[in-house]
């Protein structure tokens, strides 16, 4: 039983089952999914969960990203209501007043929105990517396609292996670890930051437990990439955590995320979410390429006066 705001419980895996039944009919928004929420701030030790008028309130919080850090709501019931009451707690205590990262099924909810503002959290958008944007290849974006015939073409006379580790094991868990390390020592990973690496080895770690899989591309008997992902029970989506690779290698990223496409769809998926591209031009480029078909959509909440 999470306690309600302005107090908090933290959230833990023991609490996965009341949280799940608690967003169950939402949108499959990935920053409230559970495994997100324990495994993006858990790993801070910040994650904390209240509930209000049996909307759940969570505080969000991502070093240098503190101007959208902050308290979100998320639930479809007396949402003014509910909106007024934290905004005049964080007014009372001296603290920004506004509700951040708030999903767009909540704003939908607001009975009388002339008293509030909303702004777009462009930033934070997840991107959703329909699984045959990659797959089968022949429908692959023009600027894609060419490159993925490129890597079969270098790398016909290699043997290509794809497979999932099994996690429990902890030789497999450390060969995912020590990959980043070496495609770091090569510079191919040189904005993985502090934050991402602590997510990354939480989400090896309690991949297992989250029900998070994985899919590995081995050339020659070598792991060169993988993608970590979940597929969304009750609908056919599923969520990207990390996509990593060699990037030395020509190509490669193409024709894993089409492979990668391909293994989803088998299991089921039909969108993918890839999660958003925090306001970086560079992930913000290299994410419409892929051609999103949607998002899902976040906004910042004030008060109107």
Not at 28 to 42: C, E, G, K, R
Not at 85 to 110: A, H
Not at 133 to 161: D, G, H, V
Not at 172 to 198: P, Q
Request: charged residues 25%; proline residues 5%.
């Amino acid at each position: 039983m999470f306690k309600t705001f302005p107090e908090f419980s933290r959230l833990t895996l023991s609490d996965r089952e009341e949280y799940e039944e608690r967003i169950r009919g939402y949108p499959p928004v990935s920053d409230i999914a559970f495994s997100t929420l324990f495994l993006a701030w858990s790993s801070l030790k910040a994650v904390k969960i209240a509930v209000l008028y049996d909307n759940l309130i969570i505080p969000y919080w991502m070093p240098g990203y503190e101007s959208h850090s902050g308290f979100s709501i998320v639930g479809t019931n007396k949402i003014d209501e509910s909106l007024c009451t934290v905004l005049d707690y964080l007014k009372e205590r001296g603290e920004p007043v506004q509700l951040v990262n708030v999903p767009e099924f909540v704003i939908e909810q607001v009975r009388y929105p002339e008293l509030f503002k909303f702004t777009a959290e462009r930033g934070l958008d997840e991107y959703l990517i329909p699984a045959s944007r990659l797959y089968p290849l022949e429908s692959a974006p023009p600027l894609i396609r060419p490159r993925i015939r490129k890597f079969i073409r270098r790398n016909q006379t290699k043997t290509l292996e794809f497979r999932k580790l099994d996690l429990k094991i902890a030789a497999n868990r450390r060969l995912l670890l020590r990959k980043i390390e070496a495609w770091r020592r090569k510079g191919t990973l040189s904005d993985l930051g502090s934050f991402e690496e602590e997510v990354l080895r939480s989400t090896v770690a309690n991949a297992e437990d989250l029900g998070i899989g994985n899919f590995c591309l081995f050339i020659d008997g070598s792991l060169q990439g993988y993608c970590m992902y979940r597929l969304i029970p009750g609908c056919e989506y599923a969520d990207i955590f990390h996509f990593k690779f060699d990037a030395h290698v020509p190509y490669l990223f193409e024709f894993l995320a089409h492979k990668t496409m391909e293994h989803l769809v088998e299991n089921g998926a039909e969108t993918i979410n890839i999660q958003a591209d925090l306001g970086l031009m560079r992930v913000r480029i290299h994410k419409l390429l892929l051609g999103p078909s949607n998002f899902f959509r976040k906004y910042k909440i004030r008060t109107a006066m």
